[in-house]
């Protein structure tokens, strides 16, 4: 795989990026009380015997049990222990965005709170990220312990999806286990549900050289998943979007005028003919019905007013959307 290194240092990737911290681990979480404890626990013994200097950035995504007690003790316990609290549930992308704002690291590193995902693989991810030169490693859990029907064919049969419209060659997109090169999270912007395709928001900002790693898939110890069946039909719209900005989003009159002018042309083109058969008709001396009369003369004045809505006004709310500037407006509680 070519490993191309376009990196792109903005003025606020040097504000926050600190040489002194190796590792920052990211964990969104949602009700997961029972399994802080253990996990950084798990997280610390790893980056001792590793030797790494580490911060680990909880985000509390409004949790209803006692989640951010437990943060508010691990803190007390170390000063590697950062929290960022949200006042009611917002996603896991909201989370993610605002643990990359707050990372340190030189490395990246996200990880699920549930246990499920193993902090003994963080030292490998590291080294592909430092010494191979990867912007960005993607987890695989290749052997995993969720339900046959409701999670593991639905999840092959999306990631077969998002190999074939992002072009990445990633079994597990949507791995919460990932690892990044610092000026990776930087200068992309998640938000909405897009955390699914972080790989492909880092290609689409110039990161291309995005690898790969089997990592270990556990059983979850504590609590009941999060998730629905309804992520995997938002995932399939999400990736509708982001490739349509990634191949529209700076050229959008190369597809709404295109099929605009096509839908009024043939529109036109319809009315054109009505009328002319009109007005054979009349020449010729022969009753013919009134235009008005013929539903294809309708049906093309639809075409005409929707091939011109379409042409005026569709690509204005994407533009719209991706510069709002309340998107990632994200209303913290408490920081620590």
């Not at 009349?282 to 093309?300: C, G, H, M, R």
Request: glycine share 6%; proline share 3%; with cysteine.
């Amino acid at each position: 795989m070519p490993k191309i290194m376009n990196h792109k240092t903005t003025h606020s990737l040097m504000e926050n990026k600190s040489s002194n911290i190796d590792i920052t681990i990211i964990v969104p979480l949602y009700n997961e009380a029972e399994s802080l404890p253990k996990l950084y626990e798990w997280i610390e013994r790893v980056m001792i015997e590793n030797k790494y200097s580490f911060e680990v950035i909880f985000v509390n995504d409004g949790s209803t049990d006692k989640s951010w007690d437990v943060i508010e003790k691990l803190k007390l316990q170390s000063t590697n222990v950062r929290g960022i609290k949200f006042r009611h549930n917002y996603g896991k992308s909201p989370a993610l965005y605002c643990g990359f704002r707050a990372a340190k690291g030189d490395v990246v590193i996200t990880m699920d709170a549930d246990l499920q995902d193993s902090p003994d693989e963080i030292p490998e991810l590291f080294s592909m990220i430092i010494n191979d030169g990867y912007d960005l490693v993607s987890g695989w859990k290749k052997k995993r312990y969720d339900s046959k029907f409701s999670k593991n064919l639905p999840s092959k049969i999306y990631n077969a999806t998002a190999r074939k419209v992002t072009g990445l060659k990633l079994h597990d997109m949507n791995c919460g286990l990932k690892a990044y090169r610092n000026e990776v999270v930087k200068n992309i912007e998640v938000y909405g549900e897009m955390h699914r395709y972080i790989p492909y928001l880092a290609k689409n900002a110039g990161f291309t050289s995005i690898g790969e790693k089997v990592v270990e898939h556990r059983k979850r110890e504590f609590g009941d998943t999060k998730f629905g069946l309804d992520r995997f039909v938002n995932g399939y719209l999400d990736l509708m979007t982001l490739w349509f900005l990634a191949k529209f989003g700076k050229k959008p009159m190369h597809f709404f005028g295109l099929y605009g002018s096509l839908m009024f042309i043939l529109g036109f083109l319809a009315v054109l003919a009505v009328g002319i058969n009109k007005l054979v008709a009349i020449i010729e001396q022969v009753k013919a019905p009134l235009v008005t009369d013929s539903p294809y003369f309708y049906l093309a004045i639809l075409a005409m007013i929707l091939g011109t809505q379409l042409f005026l006004t569709g690509f204005l709310g994407e533009i719209v959307a991706r510069n709002s500037t309340e998107r990632n407006n994200y209303k913290i509680e408490t920081e620590i």
